[in-house]
Structures are given as structure tokens and as C-alpha cells.
């Protein structure tokens, strides 16, 4: 997930041991600016409950909030985090998290990646017809094969033992 209060970016990827990730799920979940914040965050929390019934994942990963000079953005983003974390704890989801910067690496090879470069990445390493819109959602669907990748690395070590 890409926390966000206007536009939570979420996607949802399969994978099982002996496959690549295949992506199931990515969109927006989106509120209005002109709803106060308790609002919108019951919104977004009742989207991730009912997302969380429908696909019944393993894990939940977000990006994290690293830094942001704006106090009250990082405030608002901090709450829909929360929410990450209640429903993690409700659902008794493993959660994990991941910087801006192990998220490009992980995709594209290159810490300064642009947006583009991290769409068309996943374009080819999902076989998507073409780039993930909007910009959050792709966000997420990126966040999502980081995580990916993490876990086969971590399988593949617990497997040789090192």
C-alpha cells in the first residue's frame, strides 16, 4: 500500500514458491477533501477490511513515511498508517514496510529512479499491457513486488541455510 489520505494506493500480487508474482488487484482508494479526516479514515479502513475479505492475503506492506517536512500531511498519512495496523493486528497479518529507496532498487536496480522508469519496470517484470495509472496505484503495485522479491530472497536463504 502507498498511504495517502486524498489516495491510498493498493494492489494486491499472487505468488507461491515455485511461481513469479502475478498481479491480482491495483487501484485508488480515494476520499474527498471535503469529508473531515475521522471520515475519511473510516472510509479507507472499511476499503482495506472489505479488500482484505476478498483477496484474504498472507501479508500487508506499505511504504513507510521516512520524511516530510509537512507536519500536517505527515500527521494525516501517520493515521492512515494506523489503520495499516489495525487491520494487521485484527486480520493477524504479518506487516511490513519499505523506504522509497529499497522499493526503486528493488524494481528498477537505481535509488533515483523516476515514476515512469518504475512503471515501465513493472510493465515487464508483470507483463502488464501497459503502465500502471494512477501514480499511487502503481506506487503500491511497486511496494508490493518489492516485498515480492524480499520474500523469495529470504526463502531462498532459509533454504541453503546461510
Not at 12 to 17: A, G, I, K, T
Not at 41 to 65: D, F, K, N, W
Not at 117 to 139: E, F, K, T, V, W
Amino acid at each position: 500500500m502507498d498511504p495517502g489520505t486524498a489516495s491510498l494506493g493498493v494492489a494486491v500480487l499472487e505468488q507461491n514458491e515455485s511461481s513469479e508474482p502475478r498481479c491480482l488487484f491495483f487501484s485508488c482508494l480515494r476520499t474527498s477533501k471535503d469529508e473531515i479526516m475521522p471520515a475519511r479514515i473510516l472510509q479507507h479502513y472499511e476499503s482495506l477490511r472489505r479488500l482484505v475479505a476478498e483477496y484474504r492475503p498472507e501479508v500487508l506492506v506499505y511504504e513507510g513515511l521516512f520524511f516530510n517536512k509537512n507536519v500536517r500531511t505527515a500527521l494525516s498519512v501517520g493515521a492512515v498508517i494506523g489503520v495499516i495496523f489495525l487491520l494487521a493486528g485484527q486480520e493477524n497479518l504479518s506487516l511490513y514496510t519499505y523506504s522509497p529507496l529499497q522499493v526503486k532498487m528493488a524494481i528498477t536496480g537505481y535509488g533515483r529512479a523516476t515514476k515512469e522508469q518504475i512503471q515501465d519496470s513493472l510493465m515487464m517484470l508483470l507483463g502488464l499491457p501497459a503502465r500502471p495509472r494512477p501514480d499511487d496505484a502503481a506506487d503500491a503495485l511497486a511496494i508490493a513486488l518489492c516485498h515480492a522479491f524480499a520474500a523469495k530472497w529470504h526463502r531462498l536463504v532459509e533454504e541453503t541455510g546461510r
